[in-house]
């Protein structure tokens, strides 16, 4: 048991880290939220309507009471040993106004997008063949799709934001998991392949809890890999390459772990069952799968109609589809057990086992 001016000394460590970075991105949120308003009342009947459900939706206090339920979460897993007091590596105070002026920059022609539903400006006929068709978009009606060196640079922020300052500690949640399985082993012999990498966030978690563990990180865009690879350039055993994750490009039964964050969600159904069989076949018997990604419908009753406005307010045309998906079914399909999901404010952890050969 960890003694209690140790236990102090993380508490005081972990508030004076984590409490900063979450209002200087709910400072962002509601800065947002003021802008939206006073654009909407400067455009008057220009603007275009307004999202709407018949569903519950969480009151600001709730969501308030959920978030310090994660961050009492991820304190309690860094004092039980599953992972180190987290460096969340935002940078220098410069580079972090750097990224808020970008930030608010860009708000206008996101804004301007999504007044006019505009969410193909990625494709062009440069791009057209060069990447699958539903990932040639103005996700979120970003600016750049995932597909600029300047899209690489405003993802972070961006997500911080819609999360409130949460989106680094829920990518945290996936750690347990992966715990739970890596005790006792050798981490340099063990292997792990994250699909959807993206900037490299999750990745960074992974390698201060194990930085000896070989790691591949794939994502499919080129801007998306070569930010990562920057922003991980202190880790070692660590491989990012462009690649698909329909076709996955490692041998049947290599890997004792593949985890995702944040990307089910944005994958047409039929390309998400291919990407979930491809996980599926990587897989070692006796090896996880860890998904980490947003509620379904049904999981939190309260949240199902803030469910039911996020892709109202920001293109995601996959994401009614997802907020469907049965996993325990397409996880039996493919050979795999389900073992439990874990929420995460408005997001959660779904673990899967490959069974051992017998």
Request: net charge positive.
């Amino acid at each position: 048991m960890t003694d209690p001016i140790t236990r102090f000394s993380t508490r005081i460590a972990y508030g004076a880290s984590q409490l900063p970075r979450f209002a200087w991105y709910v400072g962002h949120s509601l800065a947002l939220r003021w802008l939206a308003q006073a654009t909407a009342q400067r455009n008057g009947k220009k603007r275009r309507p307004r999202a709407r459900t018949n569903l519950p939706v969480p009151d600001r206090g709730r969501l308030y009471a959920d978030m310090a339920s994660l961050f009492r979460q991820d304190l309690a897993n860094v004092e039980a040993g599953l992972y180190p007091l987290p460096a969340d590596h935002d940078g220098s105070p410069l580079t972090l106004l750097w990224r808020s002026r970008l930030f608010f920059e860009d708000l206008p022609a996101i804004h301007r997008r999504r007044e006019i539903n505009g969410h193909s400006e990625v494709l062009t006929e440069g791009m057209r063949g060069k990447r699958p068709r539903y990932y040639l978009q103005n996700f979120h009606f970003q600016s750049g799709g995932w597909m600029t060196d300047t899209s690489a640079s405003l993802y972070d922020t961006q997500v911080e934001v819609l999360f409130n300052g949460t989106a680094n500690a829920t990518r945290r949640q996936a750690l347990p998991q992966l715990h739970e399985v890596f005790t006792g082993r050798d981490q340099r012999k063990l292997r792990l392949l994250d699909i959807g990498c993206g900037t490299g966030r999750f990745l960074d978690f992974l390698k201060q809890t194990w930085p000896w563990l070989p790691v591949l990180g794939l994502d499919m865009s080129e801007p998306y890999v070569r930010y990562a690879k920057r922003h991980l350039k202190r880790c070692s055993r660590i491989n990012l390459s462009v690649g698909n994750a329909e076709s996955l490009p490692v041998p049947d039964e290599t890997q004792d772990a593949v985890t995702s964050i944040f990307l089910f969600h944005e994958l047409p159904a039929k390309v998400r069952r291919t990407v979930f069989r491809e996980c599926a076949r990587v897989l070692k018997p006796g090896g996880r799968l860890v998904l980490v990604d947003s509620l379904q419908r049904g999981d939190q009753p309260d949240y199902d109609g803030l469910l039911d406005l996020f892709p109202q307010n920001y293109h995601e045309p996959y994401y009614k589809s997802y907020s469907n998906e049965d996993f325990c079914a397409l996880a039996a399909h493919c050979g795999l057990t389900h073992i439990r999901n874990v929420t995460a404010f408005v997001s959660k952890v779904m673990v899967f086992d490959k069974p051992e050969a017998s």
